[in-house]
């Protein structure tokens, strides 16, 4: 006989003050509810219920089992209304906070499909800067982490992975010639970010094909706290500058951008995401990160 239906049935008849109401309140009959009844006592070797002829009482060994069944129960229904709204299109409201340059080109663009495959689901954009320490928070649904490739935070789920590269707009190259060599790099016009809270954002650390490391400081006329500042720089023929794949990939592709020293790589970066910890996930923020995977998974060949 079903344990869990043992304990309903006991539940009903303490909470009903006896078979009659229990019976109604499972849709069985009272003869049911008694053998149910009868059957927990059996297997746990006690008497759970005192009967008299006005009404049906716990025992006291029955009020403490009936505080503990209550909760087992509850726990039980709670766990199949979760698995069963896995079979539920997912709708409700998500908030994400993005890395601002990530979100506008390459979080946002995306969502199209999503949104128009579930229409139950609407997503807030919460846009903030990629230097800003990246926190899985009762705000937001989900957050969005780019990090150094060795740097990603414990508990997120990978997405993509990306590098930086060196570039610059053909109409550059034409006026100033193209590096063939890291030592020629500083006779070029380099565009660099520059952070108050990190003021040796001025220097460019590489990696040479054969794996040496290699450090360039950067004294261009044009500097950027944000790297789609410093991308419309570059792309207007200001100078060469060190950029993530997922910025100029396309853009190297249409010929917008050439590679500079494509021998050279800059920092690796991991493309990641994070959610609140919490024992049930809920279908809109699991539909969105294999939505994401997805997405990236066919896109990041560009971003490396």
Not at 174 to 200: C, K, M, N, S, W
Request: proline share 6%; hydrophobic share 40%; with cysteine.
């Amino acid at each position: 006989m079903d344990r869990l239906t043992e304990m309903e049935a006991f539940i009903a008849v303490v909470d009903q003050g006896g078979f009659t109401g229990a019976a109604r309140r499972m849709e069985v009959s009272k003869s049911a509810i008694s053998k149910y009844v009868a059957a927990l006592e059996q297997r746990l070797g006690t008497r759970l219920l005192e009967r008299t002829t006005r009404r049906v009482e716990p025992t006291e060994i029955g009020i403490a089992y009936y505080r503990r069944a209550r909760r087992i129960v509850h726990d039980a229904q709670e766990a199949d209304a979760m698995a069963g709204s896995t079979r539920m299109p997912p709708t409700g409201r998500l908030r994400v906070s993005v890395p601002a340059e990530f979100g506008v080109t390459r979080f946002v663009p995306v969502l199209g499909g999503l949104l128009m495959d579930y229409p139950g689901l609407s997503i807030h954009t919460d846009l903030r800067q990629r230097n800003a320490a990246p926190v899985a928070s009762a705000e937001h649904d989900l957050t969005l982490s780019i990090d150094p490739e060795m740097s990603r935070p414990a508990g997120s789920r990978l997405l993509a992975r990306s590098a930086h590269h060196l570039v610059a707009a053909p109409e550059y190259v034409a006026r100033h010639g193209a590096p063939a060599r890291i030592e020629e790099l500083t006779e070029h016009v380099l565009l660099h970010q520059a952070l108050d809270t990190a003021p040796e954002t001025n220097l460019w650390h590489l990696i040479s094909a054969s794996g040496e490391s290699r450090t360039v400081r950067c004294n261009g006329p044009l500097t950027a706290n944000d790297d789609l500042a410093l991308l419309e720089a570059c792309l207007n023929g200001y100078g060469i500058a060190c950029l993530p794949g997922y910025l100029t990939g396309e853009r190297l592709r249409d010929g917008q951008l050439v590679p500079i020293i494509p021998t050279l790589a800059g920092q690796a970066l991991s493309i990641s995401i994070l959610s609140p910890e919490s024992e049930f996930t809920p279908p809109k923020v699991t539909t969105l990160i294999d939505y994401l995977s997805s997405a990236y998974g066919t896109q990041s060949a560009d971003w490396q």
